[in-house]
C-alpha cells in the first residue's frame, strides 16, 4: 500500500472519530438533562410541540427543532468511450424535461447526470419525560437525520454536543 494511500485512510478515519452519532448525543443529552426542570429545557430550546400526560401525574413532552434543508448537487460522471463515439455519430439526444427550467440539471459535455440536485430536510425531534413536579426523569432523540456540518447526528448539533 502507498504511503499516499495510507495519509488518506489516516485522514479519513480521523475525520469520522469526530462525528457525533445520534446515541452519543442521547447520552450527552441525558446527562445534561436528568434531574433538570423541564422549564429549563423550553426556555432554552423552545416550547414542546406536543404533550401527554401520565397517571402519575408526569407528561411525556414531544420536541422538535433545528429544522433546516441541505442541497445536495447533482453527480456526474464521464462519459464511456462507447457513448462518445455515439453521441459523435447520433449527435446530442434531445432530453424533455417538465419539471425545470432551461438547463435544469443538465450534464456538462462530456458528462452523464448519475442523480439529480435534490435537498433534504433536516431536524431533530426528542422525547422528553417529566415527573409529577415537572422535573426530566428521561430524555432521548426520537427522529435525528444527519447533522448540516459533518456530524452524523442534527440532535447532536442543535443540544451542542461535542
Do not use: H
Amino acid at each position: 500500500m502507498g504511503a499516499a494511500r495510507i495519509v488518506v485512510i489516516i485522514a479519513m478515519a480521523v475525520g469520522v472519530g469526530g462525528c457525533t452519532t445520534t446515541e452519543e448525543a442521547n447520552q450527552a443529552i441525558q446527562s445534561r438533562w436528568i434531574g433538570q426542570s423541564s422549564d429549563s429545557f423550553f426556555a432554552q430550546y423552545g416550547p414542546p410541540v406536543s404533550q401527554f400526560s401520565l397517571n402519575n401525574g408526569g407528561i411525556i413532552y414531544t420536541w422538535q427543532g433545528g429544522d433546516t434543508q441541505r442541497t445536495i448537487p447533482a453527480q456526474y460522471r464521464t462519459m464511456t468511450k462507447e457513448e462518445k463515439k455515439a453521441q459523435a455519430k447520433y449527435g446530442p439526444r434531445t432530453v424533455i424535461n417538465i419539471g425545470g427550467g432551461a438547463g435544469y440539471n443538465s450534464a456538462p459535455p462530456g458528462q452523464v447526470l448519475v442523480s439529480p440536485e435534490r435537498t433534504e430536510q433536516l431536524g431533530c425531534e426528542a422525547q422528553i419525560t417529566t415527573d409529577a413536579k415537572g422535573i426530566i426523569t428521561n430524555v432521548k432523540a426520537t427522529r435525528d437525520t444527519d447533522g448540516a456540518g459533518f456530524s452524523f447526528s442534527r440532535c447532536a448539533e442543535v443540544f451542542g454536543v461535542e
